[in-house]
């Protein structure tokens, strides 16, 4: 098999959750094409990778959908060497990765939870499960590819010589793109939204107590997003993987206990301790998170009109202000700039936040925004000024105008030439097989 594609982000994305295919009659059709050890990739696994790879432009081909099988087959022979060599995953961050998963599947969707059971046929709980199976695989085969290619770098020779390999007549069209920085600031609520929350939780404490139910409660007031999946049930975690507030109570509370309202970075927390064994909790609580007001954002967004102004009057760069100030830890590291996902900052038009591309569009490259209220990812109240830095019109590849997303191409090659040797040498420690129907693909050849 010639160079395979990058292994998977995600083996079968969860962009949607896919229904299963079903035949007239209703049951579900579906076949083990492949299997390594243990462990087996599906047709459908195949099909809904290739149809992500058509889905963001990629052409039809056999020789493309072999490569996805190669992929997921390489996968899998990793899966294998990783129980063989003892490569693990801690249960914890799995856990927390797929709650995070399982939110943004949520928040993306615009559905309820109900909404979604109903759409895929199946309990909230067993689709969390299937995504949690697909996260720890995930995260196993990220673990042994980063242990395989460790250190591996390109030099501007091999980029050069990458960028040179390919014909004229066949480089990429590339649409214009920009590079757009922002500062922002979480608007902190006064003390008097403060009160407001705790008073709402000592409410609810009180209606628990007096023997209303917690999960429904919880379901019907907490501000945790994750609510809408676990009815405020955080499960089984060990010490460092909450907050300090939150950790401290539950360590401080007896079994069946409920707190009394407590502060942490989200806001005011009533908690009920379930079970504790050694340094692992059981625990479920109820978020209120205090809802700032109008003046509220108004002190933010005075902070970032000032800011504005020291910036326009070159007191301060930019990018040193948003690592000063900024309250976005995605961004502030950068300067403020939106990165892609290879940490380049020349963001695609159509992939730049909506709301982003609709601001700048009206603005002139060079200018820095009025301050703008929004919502975070994580539905905070803020303000953000944006600096629409440049903006390149769509064309066709170059060195001078994309070395950087050049420089990835070249590194994804190398890395690609050691795991295909790595699949070589390491496949002879595995059973594999592989459908006939499949053969003609060449993978083990």
Avoid at 76 to 89: F, G, T
Avoid at 331 to 351: H, M, Y
Avoid at 378 to 392: F, G, T
Wanted: proline share 4%.
């Amino acid at each position: 098999m010639g160079t395979m594609l990058p292994v998977l982000v995600f083996l079968a994305s969860f962009s949607g959750l896919q229904a299963q295919d079903e035949n007239e009659n209703g049951f579900v059709v579906d076949e083990v094409i492949s299997k390594v050890d243990n462990h087996i990739v599906l047709r459908s696994d195949l099909d809904r990778a290739y149809q992500d790879y058509l889905t963001q432009g990629g052409s039809q081909s056999q020789e493309a959908k072999c490569q996805y099988l190669a992929m997921l087959i390489r996968n899998k022979l990793m899966m294998a060497k990783a129980e063989i060599d003892s490569v693990m995953v801690l249960d914890a961050e799995v856990d927390a990765n797929t709650q995070r998963r399982m939110e943004l599947i949520l928040a993306q969707s615009g559905r309820t939870a109900n909404e979604l059971e109903e759409i895929y046929g199946k309990p909230l709980e067993q689709i969390r499960t299937e995504l949690r199976d697909q996260i720890r695989e995930q995260m196993i085969v990220g673990k042994m590819e980063g242990t395989i290619t460790e250190g591996l770098t390109v030099t501007p020779a091999e980029v050069k010589k990458f960028f040179n390999r390919i014909p004229k007549d066949s480089l990429p069209y590339f649409s214009a793109s920009v590079e757009v920085a922002q500062i922002v600031k979480i608007a902190k609520s006064s003390p008097k939204q403060k009160e407001a929350a705790r008073n709402q939780l000592l409410d609810i404490r009180s209606r628990i107590l007096a023997g209303e139910d917690f999960a429904t409660l919880a379901k019907k007031y907490s501000d945790d997003p994750s609510v809408l999946s676990n009815n405020g049930d955080m499960g089984w975690v060990g010490r460092g993987r909450m907050v300090p507030e939150f950790e401290a109570m539950a360590f401080r509370l007896k079994p069946n206990e409920i707190s009394n309202p407590f502060e942490s970075e989200f806001g005011f927390h009533i908690m009920q301790l379930l079970e504790r064994r050694g340094n692992e909790y059981h625990s479920r609580h109820i978020l209120i998170s205090p809802k700032p007001s109008n003046d509220d954002l108004k002190r933010a967004s005075n902070f970032l009109d000032s800011l504005r102004t020291s910036i326009k009057n070159d007191s301060i760069k930019f990018e040193q202000a948003a690592k000063q100030f900024s309250d976005d830890t995605e961004t502030k590291g950068n300067g403020g700039f939106f990165v892609d996902a290879d940490g380049g900052q020349r963001i695609p038009i159509d992939e730049l936040d909506p709301v982003v591309f609709f601001k700048i569009d009206s603005m002139q490259v060079g200018d820095i925004s009025k301050p703008l209220v929004y919502r975070t990812n994580d539905q905070k109240d803020a303000v953000r000024i944006l600096l629409y830095k440049s903006r390149i019109p769509p064309h066709q590849a170059s060195l001078q105008e994309d070395y950087h997303r050049i420089q990835v191409a070249t590194l994804n090659e190398k890395k690609n030439k050691i795991l295909q040797k790595w699949f070589d040498k390491a496949r002879q420690d595995v059973f594999i097989n592989i459908d006939k129907n499949y053969e003609f693909c060449g993978i083990l050849e």
